[in-house]
């Protein structure tokens, strides 16, 4: 059940083989809907207890602010699982079934063709569900129709012109009937809006989740504020259908509180990294399922994999993708027989090569690198606001130097927030983090140091 991943590469697997195991450890892709994934995902527990309660209340519709790569998805997956493995058990009257494919924003797109989009994934998710919800609901559709529908070339021959954001637009329809039906897409929309009904005849009943995904892929957030708002009433109001909004840098928390949403949607769930003292534990459970035989070493152990994602700012993502790339290397170098000390100080030696490599490759001014290390110091997030505490006196004079941060890939900015300009944030990228392990002499960042000595 769940969103589906993409599939894997067989020369990848290979690799992982030389080192005994049946895929990699390290994947970044979301960990899966399953029991499996269920036992992955590790220090979310106050978090999918959260999510899982709000998608449980009915109403307001859930939504998640989380740095990219912080674990959004994973956390939903494993959730979505949870509420459907209660539900066999018999510890919950409500049946949640996710759609097979999440969503994200596409500035190309109209809003009727993101519309019609959904209700085909809610249709084929139907037809993949059928034997569940014939089981369980009270008053399936018929299955014949559905596919009758799936099949109808009536449904991929309307014109449709107009904005994604609600600004302008409309359809154009002619098609002739298929088999003496008639309907046009609004009749396909009709048709599955009354199957939601029979399947979902209360909000107690349950229903499908359905995902928007990085929401801030969209450049502002008006621009996310009018997608959310163009969709409110043909799918935010659905009977039968549960929404999860996904976003990074604080465009969730400003579209939440557009007016026309109010009502609609909850307040996010902020999702911080999981703990330093997590970590270890994560990875630990990842190498021992994808471990091939009881002989395998993993190329990057639990305590080497810690102190990474420390020195990379606690990015599970970036940490994950480094993890990789090393093993790569490795098999690469045909030195993919080692042991756990040995992997451990070659790991060492690559990382600070590519530190060295990325800091003498990156041209800056004194003065911009020591915007650079400041912003580190504070954690690596600032706003242009904050231009004071980088001894400039106005925004325009700390401007220039972000800028050259951002050419070199070393920070990256925020979507503008369009009610305050000055609302954008700074944050530093993974390649800023491991420049900045080079320039502060190979050592953690200053808050493990700390840790280690509680």
């Not at 997956?77 to 459907?84: E, K, N, P, S």
């Not at 998710?125 to 009270?138: G, N, Q, V």
């Not at 209360?202 to 969709?231: K, M, S, Y």
């Not at 580190?376 to 706003?383: I, L, Q």
Request: include cysteine; charged fraction near 25%; proline fraction near 5%.
């Amino acid at each position: 059940m769940g969103i589906r991943l993409p599939s894997v590469d067989r020369n990848v697997i290979f690799v992982w083989h030389a080192f005994g195991f049946r895929e990699s450890p390290y994947t970044t892709e979301p960990v899966p809907a399953t029991e499996e994934g269920d036992h992955l995902l590790v220090g979310r527990e106050d978090d999918i207890r959260k999510l899982a309660s709000r998608i449980l209340a009915g109403g307001n519709h859930p939504t998640i602010e989380g740095d990219n790569g912080i674990g959004k998805t994973s956390l939903l997956q494993v959730a979505c699982y949870r509420l459907r493995r209660d539900f066999e058990a018999g510890q919950s009257q409500a049946l949640f079934i996710p759609l097979r494919n999440l969503f994200q924003p596409n500035e190309a797109s109209t809003v009727d063709e993101f519309i019609k989009k959904v209700y085909f994934e809610i249709a084929g998710t139907i037809i993949e569900e059928y034997p569940t919800l014939r089981k369980h609901a009270s008053k399936a559709p018929d299955i014949k129709e559905i596919e009758a529908w799936l099949t109808s070339p009536i449904l991929r021959s309307g014109g449709v012109n107009g904005s994604f954001f609600g600004v302008g637009g409309g359809v154009s329809r002619g098609a002739s009937a298929n088999g003496g039906s008639g309907f046009a897409d609004l009749g396909f929309i009709s048709t599955v809006d009354a199957w939601l009904r029979q399947l979902f005849p209360t909000v107690q009943a349950g229903g499908f989740i359905c995902v928007i995904d990085n929401l801030e892929l969209l450049e502002t957030t008006r621009q996310a504020r009018n997608l959310l708002e163009a969709i409110r009433d043909p799918l935010l109001n659905r009977r039968g259908l549960r929404w999860i909004l996904c976003g990074a840098r604080g465009i969730m928390r400003t579209t939440v509180s557009s007016p026309r949403l109010a009502g609609r949607l909850s307040d996010p769930i902020e999702l911080a990294p999981i703990s330093h003292d997590c970590v270890a534990d994560a990875i630990r459970k990842r190498i021992e399922i994808c471990g091939q035989r009881p002989s395998a070493t993993a190329p990057v152990g639990p305590e080497t994999f810690q102190s990474l994602y420390d020195i990379l700012n606690r990015n599970l993502r970036h940490a994950l993708k480094s993890a990789q790339d090393f093993s790569f290397w490795l098999h690469d170098e045909n030195l993919a027989s080692g042991d756990a000390n040995e992997y451990a100080n070659l790991f060492e030696v690559w990382l600070t090569t590519q530190a060295d490599q990325n800091h003498t490759q990156t041209a800056l001014g004194n003065r911009t690198w020591q915007v650079f290390d400041d912003l580190a110091e504070r954690g690596g997030r600032c706003s242009p606001g904050d231009f004071a505490d980088f001894d400039f006196n106005s925004t325009t004079a700390m401007r220039p130097h972000v800028k050259a941060l951002e050419q070199e890939n070393l920070v990256a900015i925020s979507a503008e927030d369009d009610a305050d300009k000055r609302r954008k944030t700074i944050y530093m990228t993974s390649r800023g983090w491991l420049v900045r392990y080079a320039r502060n002499g190979y050592q953690p960042p200053a808050w493990t140091r700390e840790l280690a000595r509680l």
